[in-house]
């Protein structure tokens, strides 16, 4: 192994003894044999160190999180890492082969490219609920980084475990912060925030999988509401919304959508309209601002949209509107409300 590797996988693990042996056997098959993995064990208490020993692999270090806790960990592998770029894996999925050659190869033909993810695959199917089939797929379209900046403040627009990044670019950045939000769309959005150009391979490269115990379904931080809070603090600072900040309009005037854009009102931003569909709604007016049917919409086309609408099915039909007004999104509206 040479001194330096091209590239450092992070994977920090807790008690992932059912699990991880799969996921190394995935990073040993890479076509890429430059590499190093940094294994770190962040308080576990089953045999998944053990497991991870039992490689006797030079090219494996098998690290301890002093201080337990996911950023800690992460951060940890961040500042232990010798390559400059870091490829993020986790405990209980699995890499494609040519994962790390394709990514590599992506970063070293765009050098301004700061994070480049892939396509993921949800296994195994029997655990996978209609919410995260339709996050998924979403999340594989966005390719581009332009439809990245598109889709920010929808949801987290890349698999974490798929991701790979430059090292200093994340440093820079801050690395990851611990709060009461998920850490990797909040790296997401920082990074966007700082202009930083981001894309996705057009090929699943990671399978990734789905149960139970996953954090996003276990962790208070990766919550709804936690989503919706760091995406509400990143937008109000951001330039579309700034640009907009009176001529907007928010889409939904049901009593959730009024929470969720509750942190918009205590912080100045008063849309001049609410939108709704329900006719008994139109006309009213809630905290002194009207609601308004979608047909307002046609002779006040100046206004930017937030829309909350999160049914899967009314996506598409909104966005069909919205294109017949001549309203494209990213530039005249956001869709906020997330998959998953």
């Known amino acids: 192994m040479p001194d330096i590797p091209s590239v450092s ?9 059912a699990t991880i042996d799969e996921a190394l056997q995935s990073v040993m098959r890479q076509s890429l044999t430059d590499w190093e993995l940094l294994a770190i064990d962040d308080a576990s208490t089953d045999g998944s160190a053990a497991i991870v020993q039992a490689l ?12 337990p806790g996911l950023v800690n960990a992460l951060n940890l592998g961040l500042a232990e890492a010798r390559a400059a770029l870091i490829a993020r894996m986790d405990g209980d999925d699995v890499m494609r082969p040519r994962r790390l050659e394709k990514q590599l190869a992506a970063m070293r033909a765009e050098p301004a490219l700061s994070l480049c993810a892939s396509q993921a695959r949800l296994f195994p199917d029997a655990h996978i609920k209609a919410g995260y089939r339709a996050y998924i797929d979403w999340q594989n379209r966005l390719l581009r980084p332009a439809q990245i900046d598109t889709a920010i403040f929808t949801e987290s627009p890349f698999v974490h475990p798929s991701v790979m990044f430059r090292r200093d670019h994340i440093l820079t950045a801050g690395g990851y912060r611990h709060g009461d939000f998920p850490e990797d769309y909040e790296l997401w959005l920082r990074l966007h925030a700082r202009g930083a150009r981001m894309r996705k391979l057009a090929e699943v490269l990671l399978d990734w999988r789905d149960g139970p115990r996953r954090l996003s379904r276990t962790d208070p931080r990766c919550s709804r509401a936690a989503f919706d809070h760091i995406k509400l603090d990143y937008l109000m600072r951001d330039p579309r919304l700034l640009r907009h900040r009176d001529n907007f309009v928010c889409w939904g005037a049901g009593r959730k959508t009024r929470r969720r854009s509750d942190p918009l009102l205590a912080n100045g931003f008063r849309p001049r309209a609410w939108i709704d ?8 007016r809630i905290d002194g601002i009207p609601v308004v049917s979608a047909d307002w919409l046609r002779e006040h086309r100046e206004h930017f949209v937030l829309c909350w609408i999160s049914n899967h099915g009314a996506r598409a039909g909104l966005q069909a509107f919205f294109a017949e007004l001549g309203l494209r999104e990213g530039r005249d509206y956001l869709m906020l409300a997330g998959y998953a």
């Open 9 to 17: 996988i992070v994977l920090p693990f807790r008690n992932a003894s």
């Open 56 to 67: 006797n692999e030079p090219r494996v270090r098998l690290l301890r999180n002093p201080r």
């Open 277 to 284: 569909i329900d006719a008994k709604k139109i006309g009213n």
